[in-house]
């Protein structure tokens, strides 16, 4: 049964959506405004569709995923999920942060991915309707997958005006490191209609972080120019992605990390997306210092997910708005550092709209 819980611009209303494997119920919470429909449940504090129409205004989602909650708990790449407490790759699973080594779960060969093997992607976040959207409160105890602190996380996603906007905010007891993104896959032609490769790319960047074996950054910042990352004019995702590039091959298409000249409170365009069968078109804001750019390159049509799509290569893309990847070992990065007294705030926004 669903049931509306807030009047305002945009509809809020909550309907139950499953149960965990120990039974903790999972709500579903719809955000509508005149042209969009956005669903979120509290697992992982995920969105779970976007319903966005093309230029002859047919409705389409958007956004992988799955029918149904079952989906969510068998294998799954992270579908729409809050991705944390570190999201990225933290090289061998560890971390030096004020003289005392910390050792993190290797989920991705040596690399610890995504805040470990039980992230936030699988916490049941506390929910509460807000205007124009819903709030998700998250407490990763001290210890959580071999981070210091307890940390206490909010995401507050609101729908106005054709923009999902996703407000961050964390707070901790002790000295930790933090790095929050949502991990939306998105296929503008619409879910299980094939691969990415025509979405045309702008990405507002002049430098990008290089990549080892292991995709970890080797603390270089490259500049983008004469390699197939420049995408500051709008290319097809397929243009160059199978060019004979060693970045391109360590990471089987693009899964990289573009450095923005974002400012902490400040928003800027990191990037736009068109697509242009149906004229979707979707703008990246943030505040970020950084936009991991994935083009499910792992993705490899094992996954059944809605209408009963399979989910090939490249049939999505992700645009993860974040710190660098493997910022606690690189002092040179942006800081990810979390103390007691400080509070983290960081805005990201996803507008969609249509071309002719």
């Not at 995920?46 to 093309?54: F, Y």
């Not at 007891?173 to 691969?195: E, I, W």
């Not at 365009?269 to 083009?295: C, H, I, K, N």
């Amino acid at each position: 049964m669903m049931t509306t819980l807030a009047n305002s611009q945009t509809a809020v209303s909550k309907q139950p959506f499953g149960k965990t494997s120990d039974g903790t119920p999972v709500d579903l919470y719809t955000l509508k405004d005149s042209a969009l429909e956005v669903r979120i449940m509290s697992y992982g504090a995920a969105v779970d569709s976007i319903l966005a129409p093309d230029r002859n205004g047919k409705l389409a989602d958007i956004v992988l995923g799955f029918d149904s909650f079952e989906g969510y708990l068998g294998t799954n790449p992270y579908f729409g999920a809050i991705v944390g407490r570190y999201a990225n790759r933290i090289a061998n699973g560890r971390f030096v942060l004020e003289g005392k080594e910390y050792s993190l779960p290797k989920n991705n060969g040596q690399n610890s991915l995504h805040g470990g093997t039980v992230g936030f992607d699988k916490a049941v976040w506390q929910a509460a309707p807000i205007k124009n959207g819903v709030e998700f409160t998250h407490v990763s105890k001290d210890g959580d997958q071999g981070y210091p602190g307890t940390l206490t996380a909010k995401v507050r996603y609101t729908l106005v005006d054709n923009a999902l906007r996703i407000e961050y905010e964390a707070t901790t007891d002790k000295p930790t490191v933090l790095n929050l993104s949502n991990h939306a896959y998105f296929n503008l032609a619409g879910q299980g209609a094939g691969d990415v490769l025509k979405h045309e790319v702008k990405i507002n960047a002049n430098r990008y972080t290089p990549v080892d074996a292991n995709l970890i950054p080797t603390g270089e910042l490259a500049t983008v120019d004469g390699t197939p990352l420049d995408f500051r004019k709008m290319t097809a995702i397929g243009a160059r992605i199978d060019n004979d590039n060693e970045q391109l091959r360590r990471a089987r298409g693009y899964d990289h990390n573009w450095v923005l000249d974002a400012k902490p409170g400040q928003l800027v365009e990191a990037a736009e997306v068109y697509e242009p069968t149906s004229g979707r078109e979707l703008r990246v804001r943030t505040d970020q210092p950084g936009m991991q750019f994935y083009t499910g390159n792992f993705l490899d049509g094992t996954i059944k997910g809605k209408g009963g799509h399979v989910y090939p290569m490249r049939s999505a893309f992700c645009l993860e708005t974040q710190h660098f990847p493997d910022s606690p070992n690189h002092p040179s990065f942006p800081s990810t550092e979390l103390k007691p007294g400080e509070r983290f705030h960081s805005v990201t926004e996803f507008e969609f709209s249509t071309r002719k």
